[in-house]
């Protein structure tokens, strides 16, 4: 299809496009966005955390909220996103492609953002459900393409600045009043003037030459509310379908979740010890629990956990992928172990598991470390802990991503 086919086939859907649409679509996917990167940089940091960062251990629900925000965020994006492209990419092929500078920069900006947005949206949705066919590393690749989509964002929103202005301070119902009148043929000028002043997307206004009364009647005012309600029920659709998995009251509802909340003592696995090839080495009657640190090493038995002072807390559970569970943890203060090992208070704790795998260690904040309900646990729900849990003895902190709860614990080591 030829790009004047393109421009003349959308002629006829052209209310659709007005500015006063696409800029409210725009505002809502670019809010979508900002606490997509806020809230995935947050995970980020706690998981890999440079050194002037500190994270806190209260309130214990903290990342349960951050995660899930982040996750409901980005699915709520892609109906939006999907509105969005659907009402402006016919101005993708407008004559001409380049024009002046403004329009290169917008151009540019436009084409790593759209580019940079559907690549972290559709990878994020693949994460979600623990699909994975490529062979970057997805939390690297996900991380650096986040300041790729932002700084583009930030780049578009700059040079679309007075059109959003200017949209956003006409009502969606209101007739327009900048039409101007046809220009006579030999005063129609180039076209790079006109493209400077339209110059994307969002300025969806079409030909300015229109009447207003046949751009701006009922049904185009109809048309314009139905593709602004649409865009809303299609994204609070795709909320809900995956807010469940966060939010328990919405459970029922959540039915696009990869997690039903289900699984071995009500609670969900990511990874099974089959999986992770340790079944064995945790059912082991041999299996001992190292602690290392200034007072030198400690070996204990699992029947030797159970003699310590057993500690009962409600803690949740939350997973990068958005799901989050509260449960009933019982064990031992992470504390007690720390002091036993000759721990100054000071440092953070690591903890080793069984499982080799990419999340097979764990380094955990000071905060936590400190915090009593911080446990090594050795029952879930008034059980003992199933073997996919993490038994014979696992990692619960408060406000900690679930990979870093560390299952199937071999060492403690002081650093």
């Known amino acids: 299809m030829s790009i004047d086919r393109i421009t003349t086939t959308s002629a006829a859907a052209e209310p659709l496009r007005d500015r006063r649409v696409t800029t409210r679509v725009g505002l809502a996917l670019a809010t979508c966005f900002v606490v997509c990167f806020v809230t995935g940089l947050l995970s980020h940091w706690i998981q890999h955390p440079p050194d002037w960062f500190a994270w806190i251990s209260r309130p214990a629900w903290l990342y ?28 993708l092929f407008e004559r001409p492609l380049i024009g002046s500078p403004v329009r290169a920069i917008e151009r540019m900006s436009i084409a790593v953002l759209v580019s940079s947005a559907i690549f972290q949206l559709v990878t994020g949705l693949m994460n979600i459900a ?12 996900h991380y650096a393409m986040a300041y790729v989509a ?5 780049i578009h929103i700059a040079v679309k600045l007075p059109i959003i202005r200017d949209a956003l301070e006409s009502p969606v119902d209101a007739e327009r009043t900048d039409v101007t009148p046809p ?6 000028g180039d076209d790079d003037a006109v493209d400077d002043e339209d110059v994307g997307e969002d300025d969806g206004a079409g030909d300015m030459t229109e009447p207003a009364e046949e751009r701006d009647g009922l049904g185009s005012l109809l048309t314009r509310r139905t593709v602004l309600r649409s865009a809303w029920v299609a994204a609070g659709i795709g909320a809900v379908a995956f807010a469940g998995q966060t939010v328990t009251p919405l459970r029922r509802l959540a039915v696009l979740a ?10 969900p696995i990511n990874r099974t010890a089959a999986q992770a090839g340790i079944v064995a080495a945790a059912q082991s009657p041999d299996h001992r629990l190292l602690l290392t640190g200034p007072g030198g090493e400690h070996v204990l038995t699992l029947d030797q956990l ?38 100054g208070g000071d440092t953070d704790v690591r903890m080793v598991s069984l499982d080799r795998g990419l999340y097979g260690t764990a380094d955990i904040p000071i905060a936590q470390v400190r915090n009593p309900s911080t446990l090594i646990a050795l029952r879930l729900n008034g059980a003992e802990l199933d073997v996919d849990h ?26």
Not at 69 to 88: Q, R
Not at 130 to 141: C, E, H, N, T, V
Not at 183 to 188: L, R, T
Not at 390 to 405: E, F, K, T, W
């Open 390 to 415: 993490g038994y014979p003895c696992r990692l619960i902190a408060p406000n900690l991503p679930g990979v870093m709860q560390t299952k199937w614990l071999s060492r403690i080591e002081m650093l």
């Open 150 to 154: 932002i700084g583009a964002l930030l």
């Open 306 to 343: 159970r003699a310590m002072p057993q500690h009962t807390v409600r803690l949740p559970i939350a997973c990068v992928e958005g799901w989050s569970v509260e449960a009933e943890w019982t064990g031992v203060r992470l504390a007690d172990l720390a002091a036993m090992a000759g721990h």
């Open 64 to 91: 349960r909220v951050t995660q899930g925000l982040h996750v409901i965020s980005g699915v709520t994006a892609i109906p939006l996103l999907l509105v969005k492209l659907g009402i402006v990419y016919p101005k």
């Open 258 to 267: 990869p997690r039903s909340g289900e699984g071995p003592q009500a609670l």
């Open 130 to 141: 623990q699909w994975y066919p490529w062979r970057f590393f997805f939390p690297s690749a």
């Open 183 to 188: 220009a006579a043929p030999e005063d129609s």
